[in-house]
């Protein structure tokens, strides 16, 4: 009985042992899907891929890594193709295939969002092949890259301003091209952008109640977007600016700020006499005339007191 009780107990025991070697190891049991899971793993992250690749770059066979490739460009593998196109620089420049392999090299970069590289390889394929036919497309290409590298309005904009002189230095170089068209679609649309930043910069000052910083902001934003579709209402700002200093301004000073108020609103009747923000503007040109009335009121019974 004693026999059979010990064979009974010996599966038993050798299950938990490994049990509880599980758990020791792992700090709980593994189940049977978790096990699975662990084996995908291994496979998901077995590189047997990049294995692949990289035979290939390491191949000296020069045509046959050409022609993979060639494969990868074409299914849109850019950053394998990179790779062996730049490995074979040495071996097919001054051939047949040099100028189109930099041009599909630089290309590589521009569609793996690498703007920064891609713009100097379009540029140094004008360089090297200035008489391609595909010369012009990389001009503009290394100009577009500065207009895909341009930020969100509230950030720096210095490629924006690189897109802007790029594109129009395009136009200049070639005139008549095709793309003209974009270029100048670009220039609007960068030139946009940079009225917005300084626009909402206007605003900020304005809303802090730093009127005479917006005034001067606003103006600056009217002077260097002249045909911007809302010229009127950055001019009917730096009235409101300057009205609002005005007010503030120490009564000595106010008659030379409230005349420099009627001077924007004549200098607004005469550039939008057709605007909808006329009878607004109207309001602050009374409104500074008869503050202007009582000044010169007090002036005079002060005059006549003395």
Same mark, same amino acid.
């Given at each position: 009985?004693?026999?059979?009780?010990?064979?009974?107990?010996?599966?038993?025991?050798?299950?938990?042992?490994?049990?509880?070697?599980?758990?020791?190891?792992?700090?709980?049991?593994?189940?049977?899907?978790?096990?699975?899971?662990?084996?995908?793993?291994?496979?998901?992250?077995?590189?047997?891929?990049?294995?692949?690749?990289?035979?290939?770059?390491?191949?000296?066979?020069?045509?046959?890594?050409?022609?993979?490739?060639?494969?990868?460009?074409?299914?849109?593998?850019?950053?394998?193709?990179?790779?062996?196109?730049?490995?074979?620089?040495?071996?097919?420049?001054?051939?047949?295939?040099?100028?189109?392999?930099?041009?599909?090299?630089?290309?590589?970069?521009?569609?793996?969002?690498?703007?920064?590289?891609?713009?100097?390889?379009?540029?140094?394929?004008? %360089?090297? =092949? $200035?008489? !391609?036919? @595909?010369?012009? +497309?990389?001009?503009?290409?290394?100009?577009?890259? &500065?207009? /895909?590298?341009?930020?969100?309005?509230?950030?720096?904009?210095?490629?924006?301003?690189?897109?802007?002189?790029?594109?129009?230095?395009?136009?200049?170089?070639?005139?008549?091209?095709?793309?003209?068209?974009?270029?100048?679609?670009?220039?609007?649309?960068?030139?946009?952008?940079?009225?917005?930043?300084?626009?909402?910069?206007?605003?900020?000052?304005?809303?802090?109640?730093?009127?005479?910083?917006?005034?001067?902001?606003?103006?600056?934003?009217? %002077?260097? =977007? $002249?045909? !911007?579709? @809302?010229?009127? +209402?950055?001019?009917?700002?730096?009235?409101?600016? &300057?009205? /609002?200093?005005?007010?503030?301004?120490?009564?000595?000073?106010?008659?030379?700020?409230?005349?420099?108020?009627?001077?924007?609103?004549?200098?607004?009747?005469?550039?939008?006499?057709?605007?909808?923000?006329?009878?607004?503007?109207?309001?602050?040109?009374?409104?500074?005339?008869?503050?202007?009335?009582?000044?010169?009121?007090?002036?005079?019974?002060?005059?006549?007191?003395?």
């Amino acid at each position: 009985m004693k026999q059979i009780l010990v064979l009974i107990s010996l599966p038993l025991l050798l299950a938990s042992c490994s049990l509880f070697h599980k758990v020791a190891k792992t700090g709980k049991p593994k189940s049977d899907k978790t096990e699975k899971t662990e084996v995908a793993k291994v496979k998901k992250s077995n590189p047997k891929k990049d294995n692949k690749f990289a035979h290939i770059l390491a191949s000296k066979d020069n045509e046959f890594k050409y022609q993979m490739a060639e494969q990868y460009y074409a299914n849109k593998k850019y950053n394998y193709a990179q790779q062996l196109f730049e490995s074979l620089f040495p071996y097919l420049k001054g051939t047949q295939r040099y100028e189109d392999m930099y041009y599909k090299y630089a290309y590589c970069y521009f569609y793996d969002k690498d703007y920064i590289n891609a713009e100097n390889i379009f540029k140094t394929f004008t %360089e090297t =092949f $200035p008489t !391609s036919a @595909r010369s012009e +497309e990389c001009d503009y290409m290394k100009a577009f890259c &500065y207009y /895909k590298q341009s930020p969100k309005y509230e950030l720096d904009q210095t490629n924006t301003t690189k897109a802007i002189g790029s594109m129009q230095a395009f136009i200049n170089t070639h005139p008549g091209s095709p793309r003209s068209k974009d270029a100048n679609d670009i220039i609007d649309k960068c030139r946009e952008k940079l009225e917005l930043k300084e626009s909402k910069n206007a605003e900020l000052y304005y809303n802090l109640g730093f009127f005479r910083a917006a005034a001067v902001a606003y103006t600056g934003v009217s %002077e260097g =977007f $002249p045909d !911007s579709k @809302r010229g009127d +209402e950055y001019k009917l700002q730096i009235i409101k600016s &300057y009205f /609002k200093f005005a007010e503030m301004s120490n009564i000595f000073k106010q008659e030379e700020r409230f005349t420099k108020v009627l001077s924007e609103c004549t200098d607004f009747s005469e550039r939008y006499a057709d605007s909808k923000l006329a009878p607004e503007v109207a309001k602050y040109k009374t409104q500074s005339t008869n503050y202007l009335k009582t000044i010169k009121n007090e002036q005079a019974k002060t005059a006549s007191q003395q």
